[in-house]
């Protein structure tokens, strides 16, 4: 059974740091190109950041590069958020996807629930 | 950059035919590329509806179809239900930097 699981999420003052996980299971996560996306409360989706298969490569989006580090563990079936510098405008669910391989980025097929982040001083 | 125009609503009746448009403007250069589409329910996580401009992810119904002209890609739902009352939102990855683009989301009503 697939599984994507998020947590790490809470409240936070502006300035402040969080660390999001995503706990897999079910598929070879290692495989896979993984994203984190998020959605503000009552906005859209927003794409953040993804990483390669392997690690080897990350791409942000402008809205949150140089302040936000993503990073797998394959031997963990584990992706990370790292969030510094955090402003009242990164408040948001934050998901996990995950991009087939093969498949033209952005086609994400599997989600986790989502975590939330409150950036509230 | 690349931007992702949809409309804000899309409605129709149980049983018709609907359309989502979703409209690929860039000011440096056209990508063109095919897009994903997703459905999201309130309060809940997306869901892939289709991918790579026109496949369908197994499980997902029939009724929903993708194409694309131009610069415009479309999302079809036909025989429309109750449950396809949600937000669809198209995407595509571009390029260069961003990367990977949403549309603004288009919300569907069932009349």
């Known amino acids: 059974q697939v599984q994507l699981v998020e947590s790490g999420g809470g409240v936070v003052q502006p300035g402040g740091s969080l660390r999001l996980s995503c706990a897999t299971s079910?598929?070879?996560?290692?495989?896979?190109?993984v994203h984190w996306v998020r959605q503000a409360p009552g906005k859209g989706l927003e794409w953040v950041a993804l990483?390669?298969?392997?690690?080897?490569?990350?791409y942000y989006s402008n809205s949150v590069k140089g302040r936000f580090t993503i990073s797998r563990d394959n031997s963990l079936n584990t992706l990370y958020l790292q969030m510094n510098s955090l402003r009242p405008e990164d408040t948001a669910v934050y998901y996990c996807?995950?991009?087939?391989?093969?498949?033209?980025?952005?086609?994400?097929?599997?989600w986790g629930l989502g975590t939330m982040v409150t950036v509230s001083s | 950059q690349s931007v992702l125009t949809q409309p804000a609503s899309v409605s129709g009746s149980p049983g018709q035919s609907i359309s989502i448009s979703c409209t690929e403007v860039d000011s440096d250069v056209a990508t063109y590329t095919l897009v994903s589409w997703y459905q999201q329910y309130p309060g809940k996580a997306p869901k892939l509806m289709i991918y790579e401009g026109s496949k369908r992810p197994s499980g997902v119904s029939d009724r929903f179809s993708g194409s694309k002209s131009g610069n415009t890609a479309s999302l079809m739902i036909s025989g429309l239900r109750a449950e396809d009352e949600a937000d669809y939102y198209c995407c595509l990855s571009a390029p260069h930097g961003p990367w990977v683009v949403f549309g603004g989301g288009t919300k569907v009503t069932v009349l």
């Open positions: 079910g598929f070879s996560f290692s495989t896979y190109v």
């Open positions: 990483i390669s298969f392997d690690g080897s490569s990350q």
């Open positions: 996807a995950t991009n087939p391989p093969r498949w033209l980025l952005g086609s994400f097929d599997m």
